[in-house]
């Protein structure tokens, strides 16, 4: 997934200094927790959560909190239940605001040297932080009013279901962290990561090894009509529900 793509997307409705906020938070929770840094994961959670409450201040009100001032959430959460339900969505009135909510509080209240249980819940509570994080965002390109609907979708979902371990993206460019992966399976990867963007030729060729590279067109000729792991969009290889299952049964996704 590109960030950049979102940031654009993004900019085209909110102020870019809260896109930039809630983009850096996003980047750097996904960072620690592929680490398994949990609490810092919790704390860019929390981050997370004051640049979106400020985006639907001003979504809704065409101004926000100053940045440096204590946000009173409360009083947010109560102002956008009681916005008109003709000019904004369930989403924006309730939905959003709840699971901000519920981010904030795991990132201010919960501590596991004040539990009686022994339990450390850092892992689950950064693990419900992980997929929260996904959801608001995707939410948040949704109501953004900026591009189609279809292409609204695409990032969408390319936001909710491909951001995997094994792959970094470096502002577009992605690495693959998996170093004896072979080249169709390193293909694979990448181009489950891309979802229904798909990758051209050139794209996957300049991702790829360089060793691997010279005959990457034989490799995607064998992927697409021997195992029918990848299709033929246009002038994209994009993989297919049978490549989905390959790569998931061989859990290649992981680090």
Known sequence: MSLNKIRHVLNATFPQRLVEDLVDSYQEQ??????GNHRPTEVEGGRFSEASF???EYKTTGTFT??????????????????????????????????????????????????????????????????????????????SGSISADAAFALVKVITIHAIPAIEDFDGFLKTLKPSLGPSDRV??????????GAT???????????????????????????????????????????????QNRRLLEL
């Open 30 to 35: 996904k960072r620690n927790f592929f680490l």
């Open 54 to 56: 400020r985006l639907l």
């Open 66 to 143: 100053p940045i440096g001032t204590q946000l009173n959430t409360d009083g947010l959460i109560n102002q956008f239940k009681n916005l008109s339900q003709v000019l904004y969505s369930d989403s924006i009135r309730l939905h959003i605001p709840r699971t901000l909510r519920v981010i904030y509080d795991i990132r201010n209240k919960r501590d596991v040297a004040h539990l009686a249980d022994g339990i450390d819940p850092n892992l689950q509570d950064a693990s419900f932080v992980f997929a929260a994080l996904d959801w608001v965002l995707a939410e948040f390109v949704r109501i």
């Open 188 to 197: 694979l990867l990448l181009l489950y990561h891309r979802g229904n963007f």
């Open 201 to 247: 030729i050139n794209e996957l060729s300049g991702w790829l090894k360089p060793g691997q590279r010279k005959n990457l067109k034989r490799t995607l000729t064998l992927m697409e009509y021997e195992k029918d792991l990848i299709v033929s969009i246009s002038d994209k290889k994009k993989i297919t529900r049978l490549g989905i299952l390959d790569i």
